[in-house]
């Protein structure tokens, strides 16, 4: 998984979470964030979860951050 910034309507940021499930495994999106509620402190839980099929990682295996941030931020 990786968390990222995006930008909310304050200009503010929320943390997303990017998830990436192994194969052959269900996500349970509402478990996931009620976990993350109850061993995070409030400012870390994420404000929504994302399922992703593949995380972008380069050369290292490093997972590209940057990539899952929107469009126009990017620009």
């Known amino acids: ?3 990222v910034g ?3 309507e304050w200009g503010e940021e929320d ?3 990017w998830v990436e499930a192994k194969p052959g495994t269900a996500l349970d ?3 996931l964030q009620r976990l993350c ?14 399922a992703i099929d593949v995380l972008p990682r380069n050369a ?3 997972i590209e951050k940057f990539k899952l941030k929107p469009a126009l931020e990017r620009k």
Do not use: H, Q, Y
């Not at 509620?37 to 994302?50: G, N, S, T, Y």
């Open 37 to 50: 509620a109850e061993r995070l402190p409030p400012f870390m839980v994420p404000a929504r979860i994302r």
């Open 29 to 31: 999106m509402g478990e």
């Open 1 to 3: 998984c990786a968390a």
């Open 6 to 8: 995006e930008p909310d």
């Open 15 to 17: 943390v997303v979470l």
């Open 60 to 62: 290292l295996g490093r």
